[in-house]
């Protein structure tokens, strides 16, 4: 009984040793051996890595253990804004680089907007002499304020709503006109006394005003949902967005538009619906004219006409 105690307690404690000599780090390498995967890892070495050398979390030493990564990297998107005023600065510059007439249809825009806020009484004179679209004016051929009176605005609402649009629309039919070498400055300056002779033709009392890039801006508008129908633009109706077609928004503004004129929307509100209706027309029929080649036409016999006058 004593010799099979023995005999046993021996037979553990050899099996003991020899597990343990099976996972000792020379056995390791023997066992690496044995799969492919060299003499320094229990892992096979892929061939089609290439960055072997470094270390990332997951890696193992020759023992087994984890190694932690050696450095520590902070995200290159973890960085500060630049500040306000440069972005305002690179904001203007490339739209000047874009379209000079955005550009200086907007600084004008700003420019105004900051006289109308000091009613002293000489600012106030000039700007109803020049910057404001009326009948008398007209009388005492002041015929500039047709198109400098849609530069003008005097609540900052108005400003801010007009502004958007000149600039979300204005791009994109620079782009459009200027496929068939016709220029933005054209369409804008057109369509800004267009608005201002519907304004006048449809004032019925014959004592109004109008200011405001509202005309232009629509017709801009009009011009854009004809070319791109199915653009889907995204307006707010009473603190709802709304998602709907181009050619959608351009017919339901062109109702209210004309609903107003008659009457029958807007009640006595100070919008000008004939200024808004005439941009409308202005955008449809030039976008017509366009389709159909004319504009690019009378712009090529307008430039030789210039040249040559220009020669002369």
């Known amino acids: 009984m004593q010799r099979l105690t023995l005999f046993l307690s021996i037979t553990i404690f050899s099996a003991t040793a020899q597990s343990r000599h099976y996972f000792s780090p020379q056995s390791s390498k023997r066992l690496g051996q044995l799969r492919g995967g060299g003499t320094s890892s229990l892992y ?13 979390l997951g890696d193992v030493d020759n023992n087994g253990y984890y190694q932690p990564s050696a450095t520590f990297r902070i995200p290159s998107n973890n960085r500060r804004p630049p500040p306000i005023t440069t972005l305002i ?19 004008t825009s700003l420019l105004l907007f900051i006289l109308w806020q000091f009613p002293t009484a000489r600012i106030s004179k000039l ?9 008398s004016n007209i009388r005492q051929r002041r015929y500039h304020a047709l198109f400098t009176s849609a530069f003008s605005h005097a609540s900052f609402h108005h400003l801010a709503v007009n502004l958007y649009a000149f600039l979300t ?13 016709v220029p933005l400055g054209i369409f804008v300056l057109s369509a800004a006394v267009f608005g201002s002779l519907a304004f006048l033709a449809l004032d019925s009392r014959g004592t109004g005003s109008c200011i405001g ?22 307006i707010i109706v009473s603190f709802v967005p709304v998602h709907l077609p181009a050619y959608y928004l351009f017919l339901g503004l062109l109702g209210f538009s004309l609903m107003g004129v008659l009457g029958l929307a807007g009640g006595r ?40 006058l220009k020669r002369s």
């Open 44 to 56: 096979e070495h892929n061939p089609n890595y290439q960055h072997a050398a470094a270390v990332t």
């Open 89 to 107: 600065r690179d904001y203007f510059t490339s739209l000047r680089n874009f379209s000079p007439t955005l550009s200086y249809g907007t600084y």
């Open 127 to 135: 700007l109803q002499a020049h910057f404001v679209c009326s009948r």
């Open 169 to 181: 629309f204005g791009p994109s039919v620079k782009q459009v006109l200027a496929s068939q070498g």
């Open 213 to 234: 890039l509202s005309g232009v801006t629509l017709a801009l508008l009009a011009f854009d949902s004809l070319f791109y129908p199915s653009k889907e633009l995204r």
């Open 269 to 308: 509100s100070n919008v000008a619906h004939s200024t808004h209706l005439g941009g409308l027309l202005f955008g449809n029929c030039f976008y017509e004219a366009f389709r159909r080649g004319w504009i690019r036409k009378w712009n090529y016999q307008l430039r030789s006409a210039y040249l040559k």
